[in-house]
C-alpha cells in the first residue's frame, strides 16, 4: 500500500485527528506549566508530580470516552439491529392493506415485479395468492401468525391433493425469508408452474 493510498474521511479517521489535536493542545499547555515551574527550586518534585498529573487527566479521559462510546453504541443497537434486518426482510412484509387484496390483484403485482425483474417479491406474491386462493376455498384460514410449516401441517391435514405444488411454494417462500438464496427467473418459472397447478385443481 503506498503513502498516499490509506482512506483519509469516515468518522474514525476524523476523531483521530480530534484527538491528535486534542492531545497536542493540552501537551502544549502543559509544557507551558512546565516551563513556569521549572524556574522553581523544586522543579524536580514538580516534574514527577506533572508527570502524575498527565498520566491521570489521560486516564480520565479515555474512561470517559470508552464510557460515552458504549452508551451511544447501547442506544444506538437497536436502529443498527432494525436496519440489518430491514434489508433482508423489506421485500416480505405484506402492507397494511395487503390482507384485503384479492388473488387477482396478487398475480398482478407478481407480474409486475416479474416484469420489473424483482424475481423476489414476484415469488411473495405468488405466495400471498396461494394463500389468499386456500382461504376463499375454505381450506386454510389466512392469519398473519401462521408459519409456513404450519400452513403445511394445515394442509396435510385438509387432505389436499396434489400436496407438492402447496410444499415447493412454501418451501421457497421460507428459503428465501430466512436465508440468503437468490430469486431468479428459473425460481419464479418453477413456482408460477407450481401456482397454476394449485389453481386448476
Known amino acids: 500500500m503506498s503513502a498516499g493510498s490509506f482512506r483519509q474521511d469516515g468518522i474514525g479517521w476524523r476523531i483521530n485527528i480530534i484527538r491528535q489535536r486534542f492531545g497536542e493542545w493540552l501537551e502544549y499547555r502543559l509544557s507551558q506549566l512546565d516551563l513556569d515551574l521549572d524556574l522553581n527550586s523544586e522543579s524536580v518534585e514538580y516534574s514527577w508530580l506533572w508527570q502524575i498529573i498527565k498520566f491521570c487527566l489521560w486516564s480520565i479521559i479515555a474512561i470517559l470516552l470508552v464510557w ?51 424475481y423476489r417479491q414476484a415469488i411473495v406474491c405468488l ?7 386456500l382461504d376463499e376455498r375454505n381450506v386454510v384460514s389466512a392469519q398473519k401468525s401462521l408459519t409456513d410449516q404450519e400452513y403445511q401441517r394445515s394442509l396435510l391435514e385438509a387432505q389436499i391433493s396434489p400436496l407438492q405444488p402447496y410444499q415447493l411454494l412454501l418451501s421457497i417462500h421460507q428459503r428465501l425469508c430466512f436465508s440468503n438464496a437468490e430469486a431468479n427467473q428459473s425460481l419464479f418459472e418453477e413456482c408460477r408452474q407450481a401456482y397454476q397447478q394449485i389453481e386448476t385443481s
Open 68 to 118: 460515552i462510546t458504549w452508551q451511544i453504541w447501547l442506544l444506538l443497537r437497536p436502529y443498527w439491529k432494525r436496519w440489518q434486518r430491514s434489508d433482508r426482510y423489506t421485500d416480505f412484509t405484506p402492507q397494511p392493506l395487503a390482507v384485503q387484496l384479492s388473488v387477482a390483484d396478487w398475480l398482478e403485482r407478481s407480474q409486475s415485479a416479474q416484469i420489473e425483474g424483482n
Open 127 to 133: 405466495y400471498q395468492a396461494m394463500l389468499k386462493l
